[in-house]
């Protein structure tokens, strides 16, 4: 069995050959056509064989990596140079190109901007991180490690971050990630630790916290916080786990942190310490009559977190009628397929119950593979040129995505269908299709 560095470097040889970056970049239908080879049959490898193409496999994978992302540079600077030449102003002349690179790579706008940023660094300010990148030596993660930890720092700085930390592809190639994260942050730190100093203040003013679904109807629930007060937080809970848990208490001690964050933060809404929670809060439901009687099975859209099934919505609604407290149901119609029915109503904005309804129809931005909270109601087609205020024309977005609609080349329109449909097209003629969901 040849050597697992052989096949790395064989492998890595192959990769650049077929990616062309000993030359010209083939075309997307030459790329498409070896990505289908990929598909072929594996049986017939032996295990040494697998673990060689797992290796070979990874390397590719990599240089793939980097040579989009020197594409995406490329169509950056050329989208650029197509605003400035059309008039748009400097401060807009971006708008939009993260989005098309969003588009293209299947995932959000903000996973799209982060890649072209990326792209961006790697180009003009890390050539040897790009160079590891682009030969297969390291993974995108680690090159977006690299800029990570020196984005504080001036081009000079940086560029000599880079030079001695990616200078030497196969110690770069040898790092694991806390490794590399912390050889960044030294150097940086020794290269200019007033700049370590000011980016620690701004990460400061960046605490947040963050709500994401997880399975079984869960949710994660986390903050962004200053050492101190995140390390702090975390023991006063394990303070209270281990008092309850001296006591007998028979939860386990993440049970018992969870419940006491709860319980602590909700404390200041409670009616009294010892009845049902009475919280200022309206949480939008939306669920077929026959799901919320129990005439059959399915499940429920809560917004800001996604399905919920049936019989726990059921739960629910029973428990807030024993303790008094009162719900409010509104029957919104739907079509056979699913789709919320249209409303219409005369004016410019989306307000009132026509907000509420694309609000709930919609659920999150409609930009394909967005899916970033709502913020936005927008018409498809512009109400200056005629685009009437209904829901058939309107779509709910987030703020990016619709401040990228409005940039050069950028249009919409609603499609015939039997579901709520938006074919969206960019600068470069790509369409994609939205369409509402339905279950």
């Known amino acids: 069995m040849r050597d697992l560095g052989e096949a790395a470097a064989s492998g890595a040889g192959a990769t650049a050959s077929a990616a062309g970056l000993s030359g010209v970049l083939p075309s997307h239908a030459a790329i498409a056509a070896f ?6 049959d594996t049986e017939e490898l032996s295990d040494a064989e697998r673990v060689e193409v797992i290796r070979a496999l990874e390397v590719l994978k990599c240089t793939a990596e980097g040579a989009q992302a020197r594409v995406t ?4 600077a050329s989208q650029r140079a197509v605003a400035a030449a059309a008039g748009v102003p400097v401060e807009r002349q971006a708008r939009g190109i993260a989005a098309q690179v969003a588009l293209a790579r299947r995932e959000s706008p903000k996973r799209g901007q982060s890649h072209l940023l990326l792209a961006r660094v790697l180009r003009d300010e890390l050539p040897h991180t ?14 977006t490690l690299i800029a990570r930890e020196t984005g504080c720092l001036a081009l ?11 200078g030497d592809a196969d110690r770069l190639e040898g790092m694991g990630e806390r490794e590399l994260v912390g050889a960044a942050r030294d150097l940086a730190g020794k290269l200019d630790p007033a700049s370590v100093a ?15 679904p997880a399975p079984d109807v869960m949710t994660w629930f986390g903050a962004l916080l200053p050492v101190k007060d995140g390390v702090a937080v975390h023991k006063a809970l394990l303070d209270e786990a281990d008092r309850a848990k001296s006591n007998g208490d028979q939860r386990s001690r993440g049970a018992i942190m969870a419940d006491t964050l709860v319980q602590r933060v909700l404390a200041p809404h409670l009616a009294t310490t010892t009845g049902p929670a009475e919280l200022p809060l309206v949480i939008h439901v939306v669920v077929p009559d026959t799901v919320l009687l129990g005439d059959e099975d399915g499940s429920g859209e809560v917004e800001g977190y996604g399905p919920v099934p049936g019989d726990l919505l059921r739960e629910w609604i029973a428990s807030h009628a024993e303790q008094g407290v009162a719900d409010w149901v509104t029957r919104l119609y739907q079509s056979k397929t699913g789709e919320l029915v249209a409303m219409e109503k005369g004016g410019r904005y989306f307000n009132g119950k026509l907000a509420e309804f694309l609000r709930l129809r919609d659920r999150r931005c409609r930009t394909k593979w967005c899916g970033a909270p709502i913020r936005h109601l927008d018409h498809i087609e512009d109400h200056a040129t005629g685009g009437p205020t209904s829901a058939a024309n309107g779509q709910a977005t987030c703020e990016e995505c619709n401040y990228n609609k409005q940039a050069l080349g950028w249009t919409a329109q609603p499609r ?10 960019t600068p470069t003629g790509h369409r994609y299709v939205s369409r509402a969901p339905t279950d």
Do not use: K, M, N, Y
Not at 73 to 76: P, V, W
């Open 35 to 40: 990505a289908s080879q990929l598909a072929a």
């Open 73 to 76: 540079a490329e169509f950056d």
């Open 130 to 143: 790009e160079a590891a990148l682009r030969s297969g030596r390291i993974t995108e993660w680690r090159a």
């Open 156 to 166: 000079e700085q940086r560029l000599e971050v880079d030079r001695q930390l990616a």
């Open 198 to 212: 000011r980016r620690r203040a701004r990460a400061e003013a960046d605490r947040h916290t963050t709500l994401r």
């Open 416 to 425: 015939p269908g039997p579901v709520h449909t938006v074919e969206t097209t």
